[in-house]
Every structure is written in structure tokens, then in C-alpha cells.
């Protein structure tokens, strides 16, 4: 309802720079929505005075006052009280009485679906979530990308879009073949069984060790001339070997695809076992193997040869130049100065002498010894998307480690001529211990296990020693719940953007701003309404009941499907996050002010209101993935 105020808003003020005479684009940041305590604001505000000032030599006060006349003039849109310029600033004051009213009729009558939005023209999105390599343990890291990208998701298909999730499993590449190397090697059949996960990771870690080894050996070989045919022996005894394993793989070789889909399977099916306690779901599971085995990664090579986009270095690799004045710096690869031509790449080998030396960044998507690469599938992906979903978005839900490799990839795609897709890579912060950054190869990481475990514990004392009204055999699925909350909206809470210390003990905590924060209070809202005889029908209530603290309730329930729509604009679910806590704070505040059901006067009123709460957090918790509780 604050949404079609908004919308009203710009239209009248559209009109009004028109009427004075202003030529001036009137776009959608030109009217802000602003805190309601502040009464000088109002609840919307315009500085464009100060744009069209700037433009025209003029005094932005003037301007202020001569737009707020002709927007007078012409009649201020249902819900807007007054109009009133200060410093320079349109300020429109709301009709808190119709505020009120609308408020509640809308929520009243959407429901469930209060906040969101049907399309004629939704977007077709494809998004790569989740997406951890497989044979190694969920970490935090992966915890962020699942619990963000599912929120994310959420809201996105809220607003009305055609979501499809694909976990976009990493299953493929030289990093298997060295597995296979190595369990041929040193694999036990029956530590396997036990915990595959576990095992597969002893021996890849036992793989990385071993030539980190003799990568030094074989430094020090070099410099002193000892045992330097020994050991790049054995090094390349257990590289090639590596690489032998994963050419087998890509040939379709039987015992390699064999084992390798023992690796997939087990790893698969831990990994459901985690998701399905984190309730998320996925669309696809195509993985890289997909396109490797599917044929797409051929396609996508000979494509990029026969287009000219890719060329043959001298030792057989292909690769598709980035020139330096291809990156945008904003990453925005539809700004992005895209020049295919080969001609350039030649020149710039030939100046420098050899393709390592050149001075553009080679996007390889053939190995020298035949074999595909990450990148590789990733365009791979991307003409899959296009040719068979008719995707108009892919979007990629990453870790910001790999910003520059997608601003490659996105070079690369757009050089490949997939012009009508957005490509979007949804980069969040790193995750690092207090003790310095996770590692898998170090062993230094905290895996989802852990984190599910701990902050289970937590819940379930606290459940034990303060919950209300809850029954025994009941502590162990609400502590459940409340552990998810405490784990999913810290996940979620912090823009996307931002590195994150992960410390466990703070991550579990269930002080202060948390997610059992906002379901407590949606519980206290279900048991203002299940002590009451029942909620009067919207139709009833007299908006002129209301006072201050509930005015700043409707309006926060008001601004809901506004703060969706800002998640939707910056793939982020932090904004909801943060609405629900703010929320949950003006609710508590209203609760402990009013006393809804000994309330003196408004007792009605005041329950509606509540009822309006409740739906509401309902709506923003579930989109965040995390359940309400009727006790807790
Ligand atoms: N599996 C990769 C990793 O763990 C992430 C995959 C991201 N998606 C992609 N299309 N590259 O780093």
C-alpha cells in the first residue's frame, strides 16, 4: 500500500516538473521512503529540487517549494496528508487514519500472499546455488551460499519470477582424477562404506600434501642438482597419474566412471541428509559432469573455434582472450567494451613471445592435454540455459573469491554472442575462523555438521530451562526450529557483501539480534490472539482508535513489500533480515505500551493489529526459511 503511495507520488511529481517547466527524468529514486518517527520528514521525501537546481543556477529551495505547489495543485495522491518543503526537501506527510485503513484491508485481504507480486512478463531465472565440490564436507562457506541463495530464491519467485535453483554440484575436473589416482593407490573399501566423505577426504588431502612435498623436493632438486630425476619422477608419477585418471574420466573409460560415481553418489548422499535438515530444496542437480558428459562442453569449444572467438595456443590449449579494457570495473558485463577479434591476441603474442607473456588474460577452455576446465562448463552452462530453458537471467550465487573469474566468464559469454541473457554473479563475503581463513586442504574448517549440532545443543538448554508452556516430548522439534532460526538468520542478516569472522560460539548465541529474537515475538503475537475471543473483521475497526505506537506499527507492516522489492533489486536477503528484527523491536514496544487484551480502549482495534503482525511474519520469516512457533 506504502508501494502504490510511492508509485502516485512519482507520477504527481512527474507531472509537476513538467508543469513548471523542468525537463528532468523523474526515475524511481526520486522518492525515498523515510523512518516514521520523524515528523519534520514525513514519511516520504523528494531531493530532486536540488538535481534540477543544480541544472538550472538556481536556489533548491525555490525549486522545492514552486514543485510542492504545482503537486499541490494538481491533488496529492489517497493517503498523503500534506505537502511541506524543508531545507530544500519535498516532504509528504501521510493520512495516518487511511494509512491505517489500507494497511489492514490489504493484509487482511492477501494473506499469505501480502507482499507479493504477480507478472505479466516475469524473468526467467536460472540460478546456480549451493554448488559445493563433492567428496569433500559442507563447510560454513557452503552454509552462507544455502541459506542466502534460498532466501534469495524466495523472494525472487515472491516477486513474482520464474526461479529454477540448480545446484550447480563441482563433480568434475582434475582434482578427481588425482582422487581416483589415489584411492586406487590407497583407498579402503570399508572406510568408504563407514563415512565415504570422511575418507575421500583423508585422501585428498594425503594427495595435496604429498606434492606439495615433492613440489619442495623437487625446488630444492632443482637448485642443487640432488635427487632431481628422482623426484620429478615420482612427482610426475603421481600428477600424470592424477591426469591420466581424469582423461579416462572424459573418455568414459568404465572403471573411472564407475568409482567416480561411487564418490558422487555417497557425497550426494550426505549432502541431502544436510539439506533436508536445513529444509532446502533444489530444482536441478545438473552438476559439471552434466556438461561433460552431455556433450555440451564439446559443443561450447568448437563453437568458440568456429566463431573465431577461441584460438589454438602452441601447445594445443584453447582459449578465449580477455583484453585489459574488457573488464568493466564495476563487473557490469553488459558495460563491458567487448571486442572478439583474434587479431589483437596475435599481435599481442607475437609482441611478447609467448601466450604466458601476453598481455590479455587467456580464458582457457582446452587444457594442453585435451582435457575441459571449470570455465569450460561454465559457458557450457550458459548455452544450455539459453538453448533450453530460454533463461532471461543466469545467475550465479559465488563466493567473492571468484569476482574476477566471472568477469572473465562474463566477457567470454558475451564474445560468444549470448547477448539476451543478464548474467549476474551474486557474490557474497568470505567466511573466515577467528584463527584465519578455512581451508579444506589444512584441514582447518567447521563443517555444517558442527554448526547444526552446536546450535542445537544451545537451543535445547535454553528450551528446557525457560521455555513456556512447552511439553517434553515437544522440546526436542522447537529447539530444532529455534536452532535453525538462530543458524539461518545470522547467515542471512549481514549484506551480502561483507566478510564474515565466523565464530561459533557467537553464531549459536541466542542473545540479542537473532532470529529466535523475531519468532518469540510472533509467538507472543499467537498467544495475544489465542487468549482473545477472536479477531473482529476489518470492516469494524475505527483507524481514528489508533495511537502513535500503533501508527508506527502499520507503517512498518505497511513498508513490507517495499523492503522486498529493495532484496529483489540487490539480490539480497539482508534487507528482510533486518525489517523482521525492526519489526519484531516496534511490536514488542506497541505489546508492552498498549496491553492489547487489558487495553482501555482500541482492545479491538489492537487485535486486529496483531493479527496483521502475526501474518506478517509469517510471510517474511517464511521466505527466510525459518518457522514460527505457537510456543516457544
Ligand atoms: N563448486 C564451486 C566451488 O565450490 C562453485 C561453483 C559455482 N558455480 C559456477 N557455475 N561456477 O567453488
Given at each position: 500500500m506504502l508501494g502504490a503511495i510511492r508509485r502516485e507520488l512519482l507520477e504527481g511529481l512527474r507531472v509537476a516538473v513538467a508543469d513548471v517547466g523542468y525537463d528532468r527524468e523523474v526515475d524511481s529514486s526520486a522518492v525515498e521512503l523515510e523512518d516514521f518517527d520523524d515528523e519534520e520528514k514525513g514519511e516520504f521525501s523528494s531531493a530532486i529540487s536540488f538535481a534540477i537546481a543544480a541544472d538550472a543556477g538556481a536556489n533548491p529551495m525555490a525549486v522545492a517549494e514552486e514543485l510542492a505547489d504545482a503537486h499541490r495543485g494538481h491533488g496529492l495522491p489517497t493517503g498523503i496528508a500534506s505537502v511541506t518543503v524543508v531545507n530544500g526537501h519535498i516532504n509528504y506527510h501521510l493520512d495516518v487514519e487511511t494509512m491505517a485503513r489500507l494497511t489492514l484491508a490489504t493484509i487482511d485481504s492477501e494473506g499469505a500472499g501480502y507482499g507479493s507480486r504477480e507478472r505479466t512478463d516475469p524473468e526467467r531465472i536460472v540460478a546456480d546455488v549451493s554448488s559445493p565440490n563433492i567428496a569433500k564436507p559442507l563447510h560454513v562457506g557452503h552454509l552462507r551460499n544455502t541459506i542466502l541463495s534460498d532466501a534469495l530464491m524466495n523472494v525472487l519467485a515472491e516477486r513474482g519470477h520464474d526461479v529454477t535453483r540448480d545446484n550447480h554440484l563441482g563433480d568434475w575436473g582434475t582434482q578427481f582424477g588425482n582422487l581416483l589416482h589415489e584411492?586406487?593407490?590407497?583407498?579402503?573399501?570399508?572406510?568408504?562404506?563407514?563415512?565415504?566423505?570422511?575418507?575421500?577426504?583423508?585422501?585428498?588431502?594425503?594427495?595435496?600434501?604429498?606434492?606439495?612435498?615433492?613440489?619442495?623436493?623437487?625446488?630444492?632438486?632443482?637448485l642443487t642438482g640432488e635427487f632431481e630425476a628422482a623426484v620429478a619422477e615420482e612427482r610426475a608419477y603421481h600428477v600424470d597419474d592424477g591426469k591420466e585418471w581424469f582423461a579416462r574420466l572424459e573418455r568414459g573409460d568404465e572403471e573411472a566412471v564407475e568409482r567416480w560415481e561411487q564418490f558422487r553418489e555417497a557425497s550426494i548422499e550426505r549432502f541431502e541428509a544436510i539439506y533436508a535438515e536445513l529444509g532446502v530444496d533444489f530444482d536441478l542437480w545438473l552438476g559439471e559432469s552434466f556438461y561433460a558428459r552431455e556433450g555440451w562442453n564439446d559443443l561450447v569449444v568448437e563453437k568458440a573455434l568456429n566463431e573465431e572467438v577461441a584460438m589454438r595456443g602452441p601447445d594445443g590449449s584453447v582459449f578465449i582472450p580477455i583484453y585489459p579494457d574488457e573488464y568493466d570495473d564495476a563487473g557490469d558485463p553488459e558495460k563491458a567494451n567487448v571486442d572478439a577479434s583474434l587479431d589483437r591476441a596475435r599481435r599481442m603474442i607475437d609482441e611478447a613471445g609467448t601466450v604466458d607473456d601476453a598481455e590479455f588474460d587467456a580464458f582457457y577452455i582446452v587444457k594442453s592435454d585435451g582435457?575441459?576446465?571449470?570455465?569450460?562448463?561454465?559457458?557450457?552452462?550458459?548455452?544450455?540455459?539459453?538453448?533450453?530453458?530460454?533463461?532471461d537471467q543466469s545467475v550465479y550465487v559465488v563466493a567473492s573469491e571468484q569476482n574476477r573469474y566471472f568477469q572473465q566468464l562474463f566477457v567470454a559469454a558475451r564474445k560468444m554472442g549470448y547477448d539476451d541473457v543478464r548474467l549476474e554473479h551474486i557474490d557474497y563475503g568470505m567466511i573466515s575462523l577467528p584463527e584465519g581463513s578455512m581451508s579444506t586442504r589444512g584441514g582447518q574448517i567447521v563443517t555444517v555438521r558442527e554448526v547444526l549440532d552446536a546450535a542445537r545443543e544451545r537451543a535445547r538448554d535454553i528450551v528446557e530451562e525457560k521455555g513456556r508452556n512447552v511439553e517434553a516430548g515437544e522440546v526436542d522439534a522447537i529447539a530444532r526450529k529455534i536452532a535453525l532460526a538462530t543458524v539461518k538468520y545470522?547467515?542471512?542478516?549481514?549484506?551480502?557483501?561483507?566478510?564474515?569472522?565466523?565464530d561459533i560460539d557467537e553464531a549459536v548465541s541466542l542473545e540479542g539480534d537473532t532470529g529466535p529474537y523475531v519468532q518469540y515475538a510472533t509467538t507472543r503475537a499467537y498467544s495475544i490472539l489465542d487468549s482473545a475471543p477472536g479477531v473482529p473483521a476489518v470492516d469494524d475497526v475505527d483507524p481514528s482508535a489508533f495511537n502513535d505506537t500503533d501508527h508506527n506499527l502499520l507503517y512498518h507492516l505497511g513498508r513490507y513489500p517495499l523492503v522486498l522489492e529493495r532484496c529483489e533489486k540487490r539480490y539480497d536477503a539482508a534487507p528482510l533480515a533486518r525489517y523482521l528484527l525492526d519489526l519484531a523491536h516496534v511490536f514488542n514496544s506497541f505489546y508492552h505500551k498498549n496491553r492489547v487484551l487489558d487495553a482501555e480502549s482500541a482492545a479491538e482495534e489492537r487485535l486486529v493489529l496483531t493479527d496483521a503482525t502475526a501474518q506478517v511474519f509469517e510471510n517474511g520469516l517464511g521466505l527466510l526459511g525459518i518457522e514460527t512457533l505457537a510456543e516457544m
Open positions: 584411492y586406487v593407490e590407497f583407498g579402503d573399501e570399508a572406510a568408504f562404506e563407514t563415512d565415504p566423505i570422511a575418507h575421500l577426504l583423508e585422501l585428498y588431502q594425503q594427495f595435496e600434501q604429498r606434492d606439495g612435498l615433492l613440489e619442495d623436493v623437487e625446488e630444492f632438486g632443482a582435457s575441459t576446465v571449470y570455465g569450460t562448463r561454465d559457458l557450457a552452462t550458459i548455452e544450455y540455459r539459453v538453448s533450453e530453458f530460454d533463461a545470522g547467515m542471512v542478516a549481514s549484506n551480502r557483501g561483507k566478510d564474515i569472522t565466523f
